[in-house]
């Protein structure tokens, strides 16, 4: 009897090992969505992990994750690791291995549990974007894996939906600024020493200008006064801008500080300028397109998961007395975690 069910156990390990020959090897789950957002704008949300998680189906499972960031902040060779004990969420990694504008291709690493593609594909519709995230796996011969494989769509497209919805969501509460044609790099700045007046004026061009010309006036004077040399072109620290108008910090760096400080109620200050990671763009042509610019850069500090870091200022690389207003240059950084 017990040699009968072994044979018959047997013949059904057999027969269900064979089974699974025929059945699919590869596995590909596609789910999408619609979202009102442009390509651009999700294309760059998406081309890194800053923000993965802020729509991750899997982020809130086990908040006790732990989550490594490696290679460059976005595009190709960006990398996220992540390690948990929850087992709905496991431990693995996901690097972008190619980055086009409609396209995003991620090679996902579950270690023992083998290896995947995915893939984000951006298409225009109407004033939108369609937003296609696909997953790719080869099973190979385990006969277990080519079983399991037959549940994979509907254990992760569920994911997926589910993902997408949140995407969605996250995308449409983004500045709907067009940031494309933003000209920007990350850069890192030492600390320098500065002489500066704090002062305000209304929004207005000819009230800013008096504003500025009135402080580094003051500023100028100081540093002849004390023999301190400028090391730089003169800036703007911007503490607000809005309907209550301008407050910002008209600054010089200087060589050297002076050995005393100033009297406290000399409204000329000196101090030290930011140091650490910051937003770099340029912006060519009249004052009157920083408000623009600044826009744009909001858009994409916000696509792309940056975070403010401080005051931003400008950097007024040529005198606007001696060029024509097209070839007006400033320089504008943000500070960022």
Do not use: C
């Not at 590909?28 to 294309?43: A, L, M, P």
């Not at 042509?285 to 858009?299: D, I, K, T």
């Not at 005051?311 to 320089?331: F, G, L, M, S």
């Amino acid at each position: 009897m017990v040699k009968k069910l072994a044979i018959g156990l047997l013949t059904v390990v057999v027969i269900l090992v064979l089974v699974s020959f025929l059945l699919p090897r590869h596995v590909h789950v596609e789910r999408s969505t619609s979202i009102n957002g442009s390509i651009h704008t999700i294309h760059t949300y998406l081309n890194g992990f800053s923000t993965f998680n802020e729509w991750s189906p899997w982020a809130e499972i086990d908040p006790n994750t732990q989550y490594t960031f490696s290679g460059p902040r976005s595009g190709v060779g960006a990398k996220m690791a992540w390690t948990s004990e929850d087992r709905n969420v496991g431990s693995g990694s996901q690097e972008i291995m190619e980055s086009s504008p409609q396209e995003i291709k991620v090679k996902l690493d579950f270690g023992s549990q083998g290896v995947a593609d995915a893939y984000y594909r951006l298409m225009a519709e109407g004033s939108g974007t369609q937003v296609i995230w696909g997953f790719d796996t080869d099973l190979g011969f385990n006969p277990i894996s080519r079983y399991f494989g037959l549940m994979m769509d509907k254990w992760i497209g569920g994911d997926y939906a589910k993902g997408l919805a949140k995407l969605k969501e996250k995308v449409e509460a983004l500045p709907q600024t067009d940031f494309s044609s933003l000209q920007v790099e990350e850069v890192t700045v030492e600390p320098q020493p500065i002489v500066y007046v704090s002062t305000q004026s209304s929004r207005e061009e000819a009230s800013i200008q008096t504003a500025i010309t009135n402080a580094y006036g003051q500023v100028g004077q100081y540093m002849a006064q004390h023999g301190l040399e400028m090391a730089g072109p003169p800036m703007t620290i911007n503490t607000s801008w809005d309907e209550n108008g301008y407050v910002f910090d008209a600054a010089m760096t200087v060589k050297a500080a002076p050995e005393e400080a100033p009297a406290e109620d000399n409204p000329v200050k000196v101090g030290t300028s930011y140091s650490g990671k910051a937003l770099k763009t340029v912006l060519k042509g009249p004052y009157s397109g920083m408000e623009a610019r600044y826009n744009e850069l909001m858009a994409y500090m916000a696509a792309s998961g940056y975070k403010q870091n401080g005051r931003p200022w400008d950097v007024y690389a040529n005198d606007p007395t001696t060029v024509q207003p097209e070839e007006i240059e400033t320089h504008i950084y943000m500070p960022v975690e």
